[in-house]
């Protein structure tokens, strides 16, 4: 019998190794979507003025971001655990205002410090107990701490403005190698909350927490303390970020710049960098894209001659876009893992 032999297949033919820069790798890299959009930004902006690309105003940026980057690194821990605090704003009105009484009524600076970031940890402290052993929602929580807070800040101001003279000048002007003094604290404080995140038990706790507080809990975590340390973490760099402004102003006067306005532009600059509103995400890189995106924006509508009113405006729809973002993005990452 003779068998007949099937001729070979022919071999597959290989098509074009897909490309560096296709839409799909483009998509896969971290937070490309913010940088796209920072990059516009910056090229729109230096086409349009020659002082943007300058390194004094490239410094000036980052030196105004400096009290909000250290406010949205312990924001971006905090949400990243599924909790939320909006009354970090306010909290910086309260210890601003009152470590600029201590320093006017000539109290010793030390002592005025130490205040401001022992008051700032009681107050996260007591937002903190409040989310923890109530079933009141953190966002009501902590938005009517923030009310309650700008409140006291006015009772303390007396309807005057408080001023400090010279006294902690060195902090909000000073410069290390030709870098403010300010920059350098709120790289400090984004850098170990970066390391925290990434290679400790106590940020690998607070994904989990954020993922599922039931499980965590089941696990063996220490929900209540963790949720503790991070409100009052929280508080403790709003102090700092209090002694931030105080010492960049020179003086605290009532309705200044902190409060719901600079707390807005923290949540939002959080938001936009990726930390998802619902717990389980969060990176300090997205938060620090989300920092410089909405420094440089706030830059270039001043350099443009654009109306002040129009930072607000640009603030609330960059949040809307990213948050829109965000949600749509979880959703294909879902949807892909099905």
Do not use: W
């Not at 940088?35 to 910056?42: D, E, G, K, S």
């Not at 996260?124 to 006291?152: I, R």
């Not at 696990?219 to 949720?227: H, L």
């Amino acid at each position: 019998m003779s068998v007949k032999t099937l001729p070979d297949a022919p071999a597959p033919v290989a098509g074009p190794p897909p490309s560096r820069l296709s839409p799909r790798r483009l998509r896969e890299v971290p937070h490309a979507g913010l940088i796209a959009v920072l990059v516009l930004v910056v090229v729109f902006t230096a086409v349009r003025s020659e002082t943007f690309a300058t390194d004094r105003n490239l410094v000036n940026i980052l030196g105004q971001i400096s009290v909000n980057a250290v406010l949205a690194a312990g924001l971006t821990l905090l949400m990243t655990a599924g909790g939320m605090d909006f009354s970090m704003g306010s909290n910086v009105a309260v210890t601003a205002a009152v470590s600029a009484k201590l320093l006017a009524d000539g109290q010793p600076t030390v002592y005025a410090v130490l205040v401001a970031l022992l008051l700032g940890t009681a107050i996260g402290l007591v937002n903190g107990l409040v989310v923890t052993f109530t079933p009141v929602a953190p966002f009501v929580v902590t938005l009517a701490s923030a009310t309650l807070l700008d409140g006291v800040a006015l009772l303390v101001h007396d309807g005057s403005t408080l001023s400090i003279g010279t006294r902690m000048s060195a902090l909000g002007n000073d410069k290390v190698l030709g870098v403010p003094c300010l920059l350098v604290v709120a790289v400090l404080v984004l850098a170990a909350t970066g390391l925290v995140m990434r290679f400790t038990v106590f940020g690998r706790d607070a994904f989990a927490i954020g993922g599922n507080e039931h499980v965590a809990r089941l696990s063996g975590i220490d929900v209540t303390a963790r949720k503790l340390t991070l409100y009052g973490l929280t508080g403790t760099l709003s102090g700092l970020a209090g002694l931030m402004i105080l010492s960049r102003l020179g003086s605290s006067s009532p309705g200044g710049t902190a409060g719901l306005p600079l707390q807005l532009a923290v949540v939002a600059a959080v938001v936009i960098g990726g930390t998802s509103l619902a717990g389980g995400h969060g990176t300090v890189v997205g938060t620090a894209l989300g920092l410089v995106l909405l420094g440089v924006v706030a830059n270039a509508l001043n350099l443009l001659d654009f109306s002040s009113n129009y930072q607000p405006v640009s603030v609330g729809a960059v949040l809307l876009v990213a948050a829109v973002a965000n949600e749509m993005h979880k959703a294909r990452s879902g949807s892909a893992g099905h």
